[in-house]
């Protein structure tokens, strides 16, 4: 590959231009600083995910602080999609394996080839934090 790092100030104004500002806000707050590869790609993996939980729109806030990584869903009927919730929950059947099941599935394999727990929960009322942070030894 043509490098091993990718500045993650680039990678947040990249994902702002494609995120736009129609029915979702994004506020990236990750430092500009180079990162990994694989964690700019889980980084904006992770925003999607995020985007998929506010069907109705919102904000979605991105943050980095050392080896955790954060995206926050919020908006008027936030929910965990069921098939991420599955497939990052470890209950997915992949047998049965859909469309809306590849990009958990693909984030999950990001934040493990890095050393990461990749989560998605609901964060009070009307938002959804999807985390990755430093797997239990």
Known sequence: ???????????????IA??????????WKAPRENRPKQ???????????????????????ITVDGDTFAARAEGDRAKVPEPQG????GTADFALM????????????????AGLALSIAMDGE????????PAAA
């Open 86 to 89: 599955a497939v990052l929950g």
């Open 39 to 61: 964690q700019v790609k889980l980084v904006l993996n992770m925003l999607l995910i995020a985007m998929a939980s506010i069907p109705r729109g919102g904000t979605v806030t």
């Open 1 to 15: 590959s043509a490098g091993s790092s990718i500045d993650m100030g680039e990678a947040g104004e990249t994902a």
């Open 98 to 113: 859909d469309a809306r099941m590849v990009q958990p599935y693909y984030a999950q394999l990001l934040a493990q080839s």
């Open 18 to 27: 494609f995120v736009g500002d129609e029915k979702v806000k994004l506020d």
């Open 126 to 133: 009307n938002a959804v934090l999807v985390k990755a942070a």
